[in-house]
């Protein structure tokens, strides 16, 4: 009856019944006022016009050299500005060290890395190194709240591959609102496997950061803050780390394209409008085992992959995102804008072009997590902004994982609607998908990844040796509204024994996950 009820209300609203019967809809269905949105394309409509920014790399202010590695300082501030990005007017936003997004961090394994970071913003905020392996009190979660007129100073190790990581607001409640203001960075990580492979490395030149973020503007050219749908905030003009209508004059014949989905909501598959192949070489956590030819690759928000284009002299390629098979329903796939057809950049080639080496046959060697090594497996449900039942709670701790172990987690999206999964300090690896080996581009480390509905996910993954018992880890969905509507958890990791000593919230009933896995449900 209500499913009958709600299909005659949206048929009445699409015929003129108006605002009354989408404002019904959306009290029965908990979904908040948004009118009925159809899937829109800009394809070949985008004038672009506007250098691509490239975000500055973060030069530090302490760069000690030692035979264990350098001692890096960075010194970041987060402040109000105002930025000119579309030709309506200028709009107030919020940066790091500037008045829009952040510098690219850089640094190296067995690097310790120290940030100092100040808060000039109204309001308290945090500053989470997304994809990092570290401390939990270095984390930049919301447990490390920065108040105005403050200054942070996390410092680690780092002891990872390297890889394409950001960082980014992590306030709970308002991280949606914070990420959408300005502030994000890459903080990009080398090592020497990463060195001695023949791939493009000159940052800005062939080696070029693409943070994909969707906005809207008023008529005045300010920033929009409002049209929450099942996703979150949806913006109509895309920005290409920060850059509107863009344009990058490419100089070598092959060009390494580090792309990060900073959008709070929006998914993007990207690929090229000409239908020419790209090499995928690295995925959220570093290089794939091998280079990966693809046409698109699908990036839900926080998600990063770094891809390959070769160009001709004089040749222009337009890089679009293309409407997505998420598994959802036509009517959630037009309000969550995966049917969307967007041109974001527009690559132009020089009349002469550095020329380029063969391309790798091999990456780096994947160490495969094994799941005989897993002596825990827990299980996720996500659903109506809850993760196994239960709105996030700054005071609960909902797992405590031993420091060294192995684990499966079982990871079940039970709603219609986009949902991913994030873990913090780990990189994981993804056995399955509905019960099936993952596809290619899955096939590396990974922090974030989609879940298609009904389709459990299996992940296997390492924790590090870095413990408290007192400050938490999470795990949530990265579409930034229903993290801040309660889609978050809590872990902790101890040191072997330490298990007791925390108090975990008691688990309610869960589904039997494998059940749902082994029937492809």
């Known amino acids: ?50 250098p691509l920014h490239i975000p500055p790399l973060a030069e530090p202010v302490i760069d000690e050299q030692s035979d264990d590695g350098a001692h890096r300082i960075f010194e970041l501030t987060a402040q109000t500005g105002s930025s000119q990005i579309v030709d309506a007017g ?31 913003l109204p309001e308290a905020t ?27 100073e996390p410092s680690w190790r780092i002891d990872q591959p390297a890889a394409t990581l950001w960082y980014h607001p992590h306030p709970h409640g308002q991280t ?45 050219g300010r920033l929009v803050e409002s049209g929450r749908r099942n996703n979150g905030m949806l913006g109509d003009t895309v920005l290409v780390n920060g850059t509107a209508e863009p344009v990058l004059d490419v100089t070598a014949a092959r060009t390494r394209l580090r792309v990060l989905n900073g959008s ?17 070489i690295a995925s959220d956590g570093g290089l794939l085992p091998a280079p990966v030819e693809l046409d698109r690759v699908t990036l839900t928000p926080g998600e990063r ?72 497996v827990r299980g996720f449900e996500l659903r109506t902004n809850r993760i196994n039942g239960r709105l996030m709670d700054m005071d609960r701790i909902d797992e405590v994982v031993t420091a060294g172990s192995t684990e499966i987690w079982e990871v079940w999206n039970s709603h219609g609607q986009p949902h991913n999964f994030h873990v913090h300090d780990v990189q994981f690896q993804v056995l399955t998908v509905g019960g099936q080996a993952p596809p290619p581009e899955l096939a590396g480390w990974k922090d974030t990844v989609y879940l298609p509905p009904h389709e459990p996910l299996r992940l296997i993954m390492r924790f590090g040796e870095h413990t408290s018992t007192e400050v938490p880890y999470m795990y949530h969905c990265h579409l930034l509204w229903h993290e801040d509507q309660g889609m978050m958890g809590q872990f902790v990791v101890v040191d072997p024994g330490d298990e007791d000593d925390v108090d975990v919230a008691p688990r309610l009933d869960q589904p039997d996950l494998g059940s749902a896995e082994e029937h492809g449900h």
């Open 90 to 120: 200028p709009t107030e936003t919020w940066g790091i060290d500037g008045d829009h997004l952040g510098p690219t961090l850089r640094a190296s394994r067995g690097d310790t890395v120290e940030i100092r970071f100040a808060n000039a």
């Open 305 to 376: 992959a770094e891809i390959l284009v070769d160009m001709e002299p004089g040749e222009e390629a337009v890089l679009r995102s293309f409407p997505q098979e998420l598994g959802i329903t036509r009517g959630m796939a037009d309000t969550t804008g995966s049917r969307d057809e967007l041109d974001l950049l527009l690559l132009r080639a020089a009349a002469t072009l550095r020329p380029a080496p063969p391309m790798p046959e091999r990456l780096v060697p994947l160490e495969s997590l094994e799941e005989r090594e897993a002596g825990t």
């Open 264 to 280: 709070g909501a929006r998914s993007y598959a990207v690929g090229f409008a000409d239908g020419r192949p790209m090499t995928m």
């Open 1 to 50: 009856m209500v499913e009958m009820d709600r299909r005659h209300l949206l048929r009445w609203g699409a015929a003129g019944g108006g605002t009354v019967a989408l404002a019904v809809v959306a009290s029965l269905f908990g979904c908040g006022f948004a009118e009925i949105r159809t899937p829109r394309s800009t394809a070949g409509q985008v004038d672009f016009r506007n």
């Open 126 to 152: 945090s500053l989470h190194w997304h994809g990092m392996r570290l401390p939990a009190e270095a984390d930049g979660g919301p447990h490390q709240m920065v108040e105005p007129g403050q200054t942070w």
């Open 176 to 220: 949606e609102a914070h990420v959408h203001r300005g502030i994000a960075g890459m903080f990009i990580l080398d090592d020497d496997e990463e060195q001695a492979l023949d791939l493009p490395r000159e940052y800005g030149v062939d080696d070029v950061p693409l943070i994909l973020q969707d906005r809207s503007f008023d008529s005045r």
